[in-house]
């Protein structure tokens, strides 16, 4: 079982930055891809990046293509999504997700754990 807890949402202006965290517990998420999505007021959930457990290996979304950055310090047992040059439509609930197995999916069916979402608001 892994617990994972996100962190580092906020209220920020356009143009600002933001790094968000995923702290994993329970046991280590070596083994795990992990990914990032996100849900706006109204509409469902989609997928924003995911890394692979293994070798560095990351894929985006063509909206945050350029702008957000997942790592992941496996020490740590962490997974960061660095965010910058934020927009407005950037604005929504962020979760993170780990799915058993070294490839990424950006499908969230395929995760089987989550966090329980941290909200990232992004004024103009």
């Known amino acids: 079982q892994v617990q994972l807890v996100e962190s580092g949402g906020g209220l920020v202006q356009a143009g600002d930055s933001l790094r968000l965290s995923c702290a994993a517990s329970?046991?280590?998420?070596?083994?795990?891809?992990v990914g990032w999505f996100r849900q706006a007021p109204g509409k469902n959930r989609v997928f924003v990046a995911a890394?692979?457990?293994?070798?560095?290996?990351?894929y985006y979304a063509d909206s945050v293509k350029g702008r957000f950055t997942i790592s992941r310090d496996n020490a740590k047992n962490t997974v960061y999504l660095q965010m910058n040059s934020l927009k407005p439509e950037d604005t929504a609930v962020y979760y993170c997700a780990a799915k058993v197995g070294l490839r990424y999916s950006v499908d969230g069916v395929d995760y089987n754990y989550w966090g329980q979402g941290t909200q990232v608001t992004v004024s103009s």
């Open positions: 329970g046991r280590t998420f070596v083994g795990y891809a």
């Open positions: 890394h692979s457990a293994g070798a560095i290996s990351t």
